[in-house]
């Protein structure tokens, strides 16, 4: 016996040992092309980040300096101040195309409101109301006073102890205050003689805005009246990611494998849900302060696992098997699955090999490109908004596809035959959005999807995706 | 270049050295994957990942024992990881086997090949396969294989048993002058 043990081992060991055999062709290349990316991985990550950072800081900047121009051309009281106002101001060339020292002039007299200004001819120690002032617009207010084309820097002088002194705690906080103007006679005198004086008017609670804190209508929402804002039909685009969490659910007798009647409580009770992820670009349009039209186009994927799924010889072939899930079939070759497909052996003996065992978890993935149509409905309206969404989110199939997870590794199965190409869900959320900005905002919305009709066919099971997700984006108001 | 040349171009990620390396070793090494693994499109990956960890850790060869010996040794490793990846999903029954009796070099045709025992090794299951190769072909002891493959030695012990009453079988079966001329 042991020099059969001997003779066994000495027999490979004498043919193999120094054994050679060709390598595969293309091995070096493949090898080659594995290493370069390793070498060159970092670098090449750094570059894309560069260039990321690169088109959204373009991006951005567009943006804003579009946004800025704009701003300049529509709200700067200088473009709105009468030509004579113009014309003093621009020989001196010292406050010519400042928006804040022109409308300082134009400010001061519109700062004292009628009922102000009746008070202030009436009465010597006259009081206005005026919105807080941050310090450095008081500053400039009264350095705007100095400037020579300016003709009542003397009066304005004269306010200047009495405006320092209501310098604010902080200039994001909008509170009313009182000041004192102790000389408004002689002030309201200066104005109405001036060569530029212009019919007073009723300071609207825009350019007392503007007056105050500039042009940054982020702050609008909180002390200009919504009937009073621009018209709010407009569009706006951003960016949307989301992790998602997916199911489905199952309605239907079941279907017959070759050996069993598989029912859906068996599909229930082995498949689950899974994590994956949706992003894509929004476009929204709002009909008004509250309703807009949610759009965009959208990648997301929908999926489940299943720790234990039915496996059986396929009726159309001896070769094949078949794996099936509540949500179709996938076809494969049991002996290109090594890892997976183990070949029971029920007897050592016997050389003919058992059936297959499925190890494995097994992993189905549909991605749609999604068009949603949703109404968002603004519930609160602020700052922070809280928007109520609903509607409909059609998608296309775009990738179909299966696998095995084991340890750590994904051994791709195929594609689940039997599945629709076009998928109709339908949509619900409730969601918060923050304004950045007059033009930028974020937002967090949660979202229900759940498939309207089942997305495969000739199964006796109907299959109904549904998930959940969490978008969180970014939004830019054209 | 020579050996020393190639280690050093090696460390230094030398394109060109690198593949002096691959075409010195490469059909010895693709060799060794071949009785390692069940089929040669594993074989190939074994050679790819065995490769790459070459390369990757040729700075830690401090030369003892010779280069070839190394690259084998890593080869060996890397069939065994995949083994160890795959093992909790092979059944095995280590119940009974008979024997084949005697494997009589005189009685065996003189025209096997390598590439016939490389076949027969690739068709056991990989856990015998594994072992076998390991104490007749490596010479580690059984004690050295139960920690390689995380088994017992009796383990090791009985799966070369198996491994090698099969392989005696089908030596037999396929190679031996048939029974009639041998026995006539």
């Given at each position: 016996?042991?020099?059969?043990?001997?003779?066994?081992d000495?027999?490979?060991k004498?043919?193999?040992s120094?054994?050679?055999?060709?390598?595969?062709?293309?091995?070096?290349?493949?090898?080659?092309?594995?290493?370069?990316?390793?070498?060159?991985?970092?670098?090449?990550?750094?570059?894309?980040?560069?260039?990321?950072?690169?088109?959204?800081?373009i991006a951005?900047?567009?943006?804003?300096?579009?946004?800025?121009?704009?701003?300049?051309?529509?709200?700067t009281?200088?473009?709105?101040m009468?030509?004579?106002?113009?014309?003093?101001?621009?020989p001196?060339?010292?406050?010519?195309?400042n928006?804040?020292?022109?409308?300082?002039?134009?400010?001061?007299?519109?700062?004292?409101?009628?009922?102000?200004?009746?008070?202030?001819t009436?009465?010597?120690?006259g009081?206005?109301?005026?919105?807080?002032?941050?310090?450095?617009?008081?500053?400039q207010?009264?350095?705007?006073?100095?400037?020579?084309?300016?003709?009542?820097?003397m009066?304005?002088?004269?306010?200047?102890?009495?405006?320092?002194e209501?310098?604010?705690?902080d200039?994001?906080?909008?509170?009313?205050?009182?000041v004192?103007?102790?000389?408004?006679?002689?002030l309201?005198?200066?104005?109405?003689?001036?060569?530029?004086t212009?019919?007073?008017?009723?300071m609207?609670?825009?350019?007392?805005h503007?007056?105050?804190?500039?042009n940054?209508?982020?702050?609008?929402?909180?002390?200009i009246?919504k009937?009073?804002?621009?018209?709010?039909?407009q569009?706006?685009?951003?960016?949307?990611?989301?992790?998602?969490?997916?199911?489905?659910?199952l309605?239907?007798?079941?279907?017959?494998?070759?050996?069993?009647?598989?029912?859906?409580?068996?599909?229930?009770?082995?498949?689950?849900g899974?994590?994956?992820?949706?992003?894509?670009?929004?476009?929204?349009?709002?009909?008004?302060?509250?309703?807009?039209?949610?759009?965009?186009?959208?990648?997301?994927?929908?999926?489940?696992?299943?720790?234990?799924?039915?496996?059986?010889?396929?009726?159309?072939?001896?070769?094949?098997?078949?794996?099936?899930?509540?949500?179709?079939?996938v076809?494969?070759?049991?002996?290109?699955?090594e890892k997976?497909?183990?070949?029971?052996?029920?007897?050592?003996?016997?050389?003919?090999?058992?059936d297959?065992?499925?190890?494995?978890?097994?992993?189905?993935?549909l991605?749609?490109?999604?068009?949603?149509?949703?109404?968002?409905y603004?519930?609160?309206?602020?700052?922070f908004?809280?928007?109520?969404s609903?509607?409909l989110?059609?998608?296309?199939l775009?990738?179909?596809r299966?696998?095995?997870?084991?340890?750590?590794?994904?051994?791709?199965?195929?594609?689940?035959?039997?599945?629709?190409?076009?998928?109709?869900?339908?949509?619900?959320?409730?969601?918060?959005?923050?304004?950045i900005?007059?033009?930028?905002?974020?937002n967090?919305?949660?979202?229900?999807?759940?498939?309207?009709s089942p997305?495969?066919?000739?199964s006796?099971?109907?299959?109904?995706?549904?998930?959940?997700?969490?978008?969180?984006g970014i939004?830019?108001k054209? | 270049?020579?050996?020393?040349?190639?280690?050093?171009?090696?460390?230094?990620?030398?394109?060109?050295?690198?593949?002096?390396?691959?075409?010195?070793?490469?059909?010895d090494?693709?060799?060794?994957?071949?009785?390692?693994?069940?089929?040669?499109?594993?074989?190939?990956?074994?050679?790819?990942?065995?490769?790459?960890?070459?390369?990757?850790?040729?700075?830690?060869?401090?030369?003892?024992?010779?280069?070839?010996g190394?690259?084998?040794?890593i080869?060996?490793?890397?069939?065994?990881?995949?083994?160890?990846?795959?093992?909790p999903?092979?059944?095995?029954?280590?119940?009974?086997?008979?024997?084949?009796?005697?494997?009589?070099?005189?009685?065996i045709?003189?025209?096997?090949?390598?590439?016939?025992?490389i076949?027969?090794?690739?068709?056991?299951?990989?856990q015998?396969?594994?072992?076998?190769?390991?104490?007749?072909?490596?010479?580690?002891s059984?004690?050295?294989?139960?920690?390689?493959?995380?088994?017992?030695?009796?383990?090791?012990?009985?799966?070369?048993?198996?491994?090698?009453?099969?392989l005696q079988?089908?030596?037999?079966e396929?190679?031996?002058?048939?029974?009639?001329?041998?026995?006539?």
């Amino acid at each position: 016996m042991a020099d059969d043990k001997r003779h066994i081992d000495q027999l490979f060991k004498d043919y193999l040992s120094g054994y050679k055999a060709p390598a595969p062709k293309g091995a070096w290349e493949r090898l080659q092309a594995e290493m370069q990316p390793k070498e060159k991985g970092l670098p090449l990550m750094y570059l894309r980040l560069a260039a990321a950072a690169i088109l959204l800081f373009i991006a951005f900047s567009s943006g804003y300096f579009w946004s800025e121009f704009k701003n300049t051309d529509n709200s700067t009281v200088v473009s709105e101040m009468p030509n004579d106002i113009q014309q003093e101001t621009t020989p001196e060339n010292v406050i010519q195309n400042n928006s804040l020292q022109g409308t300082t002039t134009e400010s001061l007299k519109n700062s004292i409101p009628e009922t102000s200004n009746k008070q202030i001819t009436k009465t010597d120690a006259g009081k206005f109301e005026s919105a807080p002032l941050a310090q450095d617009a008081i500053n400039q207010d009264i350095e705007s006073q100095k400037q020579p084309a300016v003709q009542n820097e003397m009066a304005l002088s004269e306010n200047k102890e009495v405006l320092a002194e209501t310098a604010l705690p902080d200039e994001n906080t909008v509170i009313v205050t009182t000041v004192e103007v102790p000389k408004t006679d002689e002030l309201a005198n200066q104005i109405d003689q001036d060569k530029n004086t212009i019919e007073p008017e009723k300071m609207s609670p825009e350019m007392l805005h503007q007056l105050l804190v500039g042009n940054d209508e982020a702050y609008a929402n909180e002390i200009i009246p919504k009937s009073n804002k621009q018209l709010t039909q407009q569009w706006s685009v951003g960016a949307q990611f989301s992790p998602v969490y997916s199911y489905r659910n199952l309605s239907g007798d079941g279907f017959s494998t070759p050996d069993e009647q598989v029912e859906q409580d068996y599909f229930n009770d082995k498949e689950n849900g899974l994590m994956a992820y949706a992003g894509g670009i929004s476009l929204n349009y709002g009909f008004n302060d509250r309703l807009s039209l949610a759009s965009g186009l959208y990648l997301s994927r929908i999926g489940q696992e299943n720790e234990d799924v039915v496996a059986y010889d396929s009726p159309d072939s001896p070769y094949l098997y078949n794996l099936a899930s509540s949500g179709g079939t996938v076809t494969i070759n049991p002996q290109k699955f090594e890892k997976v497909m183990v070949r029971e052996i029920d007897n050592t003996k016997d050389s003919v090999p058992g059936d297959y065992i499925v190890s494995g978890t097994f992993v189905q993935n549909l991605d749609y490109l999604e068009v949603p149509l949703v109404l968002k409905y603004k519930m609160l309206q602020s700052r922070f908004s809280v928007n109520l969404s609903g509607g409909l989110s059609p998608g296309i199939l775009v990738n179909n596809r299966s696998y095995f997870s084991v340890d750590g590794e994904k051994v791709q199965t195929g594609y689940t035959e039997n599945i629709k190409p076009v998928i109709y869900n339908s949509v619900m959320g409730l969601g918060i959005e923050y304004s950045i900005s007059t033009k930028l905002s974020i937002n967090l919305d949660p979202l229900f999807k759940y498939s309207l009709s089942p997305i495969n066919s000739n199964s006796g099971i109907k299959y109904h995706p549904y998930s959940i997700s969490w978008f969180t984006g970014i939004t830019y108001k054209l | 270049m020579n050996q020393q040349e190639i280690i050093k171009g090696c460390i230094d990620r030398s394109n060109k050295a690198q593949q002096a390396l691959y075409n010195l070793f490469a059909d010895d090494m693709f060799g060794v994957c071949l009785y390692y693994s069940p089929d040669r499109s594993e074989a190939e990956d074994t050679l790819h990942e065995g490769f790459l960890k070459v390369f990757n850790n040729i700075a830690s060869f401090k030369g003892e024992g010779s280069l070839k010996g190394w690259i084998r040794r890593i080869m060996v490793n890397t069939a065994l990881e995949k083994f160890r990846k795959k093992s909790p999903l092979y059944v095995l029954d280590n119940d009974g086997y008979e024997t084949a009796g005697d494997v009589d070099r005189e009685n065996i045709i003189s025209n096997i090949s390598a590439d016939d025992l490389i076949t027969l090794i690739q068709g056991l299951s990989p856990q015998y396969r594994m072992v076998f190769n390991l104490y007749a072909l490596e010479g580690y002891s059984h004690k050295e294989i139960a920690e390689m493959m995380k088994i017992s030695e009796g383990t090791s012990k009985s799966n070369l048993a198996r491994a090698r009453a099969i392989l005696q079988k089908k030596v037999k079966e396929y190679f031996y002058i048939s029974s009639k001329t041998h026995n006539g």
